[in-house]
């Protein structure tokens, strides 16, 4: 699932589940939705680059899972060092370039494929 359907796909959930009441439905008039509330606070593109990086940490630690590669191994692969794959892997470090994200997805079978839409 490409990150940005992860983040429209939360924020379709929260608004059913704001819309939802334990005994029935409310109206949703009035409410805005989420991109556009964290869009006002100016915080929407912050907001989506940790989602992104979220979902590529995850999507590399379960590859790493897959193959029972350790952070170790993995660093030792790559040519880089432990500390190095904990940043890789830290969801709230956005510091990694696409070269390591690049080496990282070819050592554990993976590609990296960018889009603009």
């Keep these: 699932m490409r990150a940005e359907e992860c983040v429209n796909s939360l924020i379709e959930e929260s608004i059913e589940m704001a819309s939802v009441q334990k005994a029935g439905k409310r109206s949703i008039e009035g409410l805005s939705t989420l991109n556009n509330f964290l ?5 929407l593109e912050e907001f989506q680059a940790v989602a992104i990086k979220e979902v590529l940490a995850w999507q590399i630690v379960e590859a790493m899972k897959e193959q029972h ?8 692969r790559m040519g880089t060092s432990r500390s190095q794959i904990g940043r890789l892997l830290d969801p709230t470090d956005g510091n990694v370039t696409l070269a390591t994200l690049q080496r990282a997805a070819e050592v554990v079978g993976r590609k990296v494929r960018i889009e603009l839409i």
């Design 39 to 43: 869009g006002d606070m100016g915080k």
């Design 69 to 76: 590669l350790s952070r170790k191994r993995l660093a030792e």
